[in-house]
């Protein structure tokens, strides 16, 4: 997935992020290969993650 420099600007005002315009590129580049690699996981193994319970991010704590 090849983002825009647009579609990057976006993503980082959604989530408040505040990207100095130096680094955009580099940060394109990356999240542009990191979401092609998603992609390709997507596509090997989409069935059985859909299958598949997601680990909480925070593990209950034992009753003290």
Same mark, same amino acid.
């Given at each position: 997935?090849?983002?825009t420099?647009e ?7 959604? +989530? #408040?992020? $505040?990207l100095?315009?130096a680094?955009a590129e $580099? ?7 990191l979401?092609?690699?998603?992609e #390709? +996981?997507?596509?090997?193994l ?14 209950p704590?034992?009753?003290?």
């Amino acid at each position: 997935m090849e983002l825009t420099c647009e579609q990057l600007a976006a993503m980082a005002a959604t +989530i #408040g992020l $505040n990207l100095p315009a130096a680094d955009a590129e $580099n940060v394109r580049l990356r999240l542009s290969a990191l979401l092609t690699e998603m992609e #390709g +996981i997507e596509r090997e193994l989409g069935a059985e993650m859909d299958r598949t319970e997601p680990v909480p991010p925070v593990y209950p704590h034992e009753p003290s």
